[in-house]
Nanobody, 121 residues
Framework: QVQLVESGGGLVQPGGSLRLSCAAS????????MGWYRQAPGKERELVAV???????TYADSVKGRFTISRDNAKYAVDLQMNSLQPEDTAVYYC???????????????WGQGTQVTVSS
Protein backbone atom coordinates (compact mmCIF):
# COMPACT_ATOMS: atom_id res chain seq x y z
CA GLN A 1 0.00 0.00 0.00
CA VAL A 2 1.33 3.42 -1.00
CA GLN A 3 0.38 6.69 0.65
CA LEU A 4 1.05 10.33 -0.17
CA VAL A 5 1.13 12.67 2.81
CA GLU A 6 1.06 16.42 2.27
CA SER A 7 1.84 19.27 4.62
CA GLY A 8 2.46 22.99 4.62
CA GLY A 9 -0.75 24.70 3.58
CA GLY A 10 -2.30 27.61 5.42
CA LEU A 11 -3.28 31.25 5.39
CA VAL A 12 -0.85 33.86 4.10
CA GLN A 13 -1.06 37.50 3.14
CA PRO A 14 -0.58 38.64 -0.46
CA GLY A 15 3.11 38.75 -1.29
CA GLY A 16 3.91 36.10 1.29
CA SER A 17 5.43 32.65 0.93
CA LEU A 18 4.51 29.07 1.75
CA ARG A 19 6.24 25.76 1.24
CA LEU A 20 4.27 22.61 0.52
CA SER A 21 5.76 19.18 1.09
CA CYS A 22 4.65 15.73 0.01
CA ALA A 23 6.19 12.37 0.78
CA ALA A 24 5.29 8.96 -0.57
CA SER A 25 5.68 5.81 1.46
CA UNK A 26 5.07 2.13 0.85
CA UNK A 27 6.28 -0.56 -1.51
CA UNK A 28 7.60 1.69 -4.26
CA UNK A 29 9.98 0.22 -6.81
CA UNK A 30 10.58 3.39 -8.82
CA UNK A 31 9.17 6.89 -8.77
CA UNK A 32 8.45 8.64 -12.05
CA UNK A 33 7.08 12.17 -12.29
CA MET A 34 5.86 13.99 -9.19
CA GLY A 35 3.89 17.18 -9.22
CA TRP A 36 1.49 19.63 -7.71
CA TYR A 37 -1.97 20.51 -8.95
CA ARG A 38 -4.57 22.87 -7.55
CA GLN A 39 -8.30 23.31 -7.61
CA ALA A 40 -10.05 26.55 -6.77
CA PRO A 41 -13.77 26.66 -5.90
CA GLY A 42 -15.88 26.26 -9.01
CA LYS A 43 -12.89 25.50 -11.21
CA GLU A 44 -11.28 22.40 -12.61
CA ARG A 45 -8.09 20.94 -11.20
CA GLU A 46 -5.07 22.39 -12.98
CA LEU A 47 -1.38 21.67 -13.20
CA VAL A 48 0.85 23.89 -11.09
CA ALA A 49 4.24 22.24 -11.54
CA VAL A 50 5.69 18.83 -12.31
CA UNK A 51 9.20 17.39 -12.01
CA UNK A 52 10.51 14.23 -13.62
CA UNK A 53 12.82 11.70 -12.00
CA UNK A 54 15.66 13.33 -13.94
CA UNK A 55 14.86 16.77 -12.59
CA UNK A 56 13.17 18.35 -15.60
CA UNK A 57 10.45 20.78 -14.58
CA THR A 58 7.29 22.20 -16.09
CA TYR A 59 5.32 25.10 -14.64
CA ALA A 60 1.97 26.67 -15.32
CA ASP A 61 2.44 30.10 -16.90
CA SER A 62 0.65 31.70 -13.97
CA VAL A 63 3.29 30.56 -11.46
CA LYS A 64 6.50 30.80 -13.48
CA GLY A 65 9.09 32.85 -11.65
CA ARG A 66 7.21 32.63 -8.36
CA PHE A 67 6.99 28.90 -7.59
CA THR A 68 9.80 26.35 -7.49
CA ILE A 69 9.33 22.60 -7.45
CA SER A 70 12.01 20.25 -6.14
CA ARG A 71 12.27 16.59 -5.19
CA ASP A 72 14.31 14.20 -3.12
CA ASN A 73 14.47 10.93 -5.00
CA ALA A 74 15.86 9.01 -2.03
CA LYS A 75 12.86 10.01 0.09
CA TYR A 76 10.21 9.95 -2.65
CA ALA A 77 9.41 13.52 -1.66
CA VAL A 78 8.45 16.62 -3.59
CA ASP A 79 8.27 20.21 -2.37
CA LEU A 80 6.70 23.34 -3.79
CA GLN A 81 8.15 26.68 -2.70
CA MET A 82 5.60 29.39 -3.36
CA ASN A 83 6.68 33.02 -3.27
CA SER A 84 4.88 36.27 -4.07
CA LEU A 85 1.55 34.59 -3.43
CA GLN A 86 -1.56 36.31 -4.73
CA PRO A 87 -5.26 35.87 -3.92
CA GLU A 88 -5.72 34.02 -7.21
CA ASP A 89 -3.38 31.32 -5.90
CA THR A 90 -6.01 30.38 -3.32
CA ALA A 91 -6.97 26.75 -3.86
CA VAL A 92 -6.66 23.24 -2.55
CA TYR A 93 -3.25 21.95 -3.63
CA TYR A 94 -2.83 18.27 -4.44
CA CYS A 95 0.34 16.25 -4.67
CA UNK A 96 0.54 13.72 -7.50
CA UNK A 97 2.95 10.84 -7.97
CA UNK A 98 3.40 8.32 -10.74
CA UNK A 99 5.32 5.23 -9.72
CA UNK A 100 5.83 1.50 -10.10
CA UNK A 101 5.64 -1.10 -7.37
CA UNK A 102 7.58 -4.35 -7.10
CA UNK A 103 6.66 -7.20 -9.45
CA UNK A 104 4.21 -5.04 -11.40
CA UNK A 105 4.76 -3.38 -14.81
CA UNK A 106 1.94 -0.87 -14.42
CA UNK A 107 2.49 2.78 -13.63
CA UNK A 108 0.31 3.88 -10.73
CA UNK A 109 -1.07 7.41 -10.46
CA UNK A 110 -1.78 8.52 -6.89
CA TRP A 111 -3.08 11.73 -5.33
CA GLY A 112 -2.57 13.23 -1.92
CA GLN A 113 -5.48 14.29 0.25
CA GLY A 114 -5.06 17.97 -0.60
CA THR A 115 -3.97 20.94 1.48
CA GLN A 116 -5.68 24.31 1.56
CA VAL A 117 -3.75 27.43 0.60
CA THR A 118 -5.53 30.72 1.24
CA VAL A 119 -4.02 34.05 0.23
CA SER A 120 -5.87 36.93 1.83
CA SER A 121 -5.26 40.12 3.73
Amino acid sequence: QVQLVESGGGLVQPGGSLRLSCAASGSIFSMNAMGWYRQAPGKERELVAVITSGGSTTYADSVKGRFTISRDNAKYAVDLQMNSLQPEDTAVYYCNAKFKIFYDVRVYDYWGQGTQVTVSS
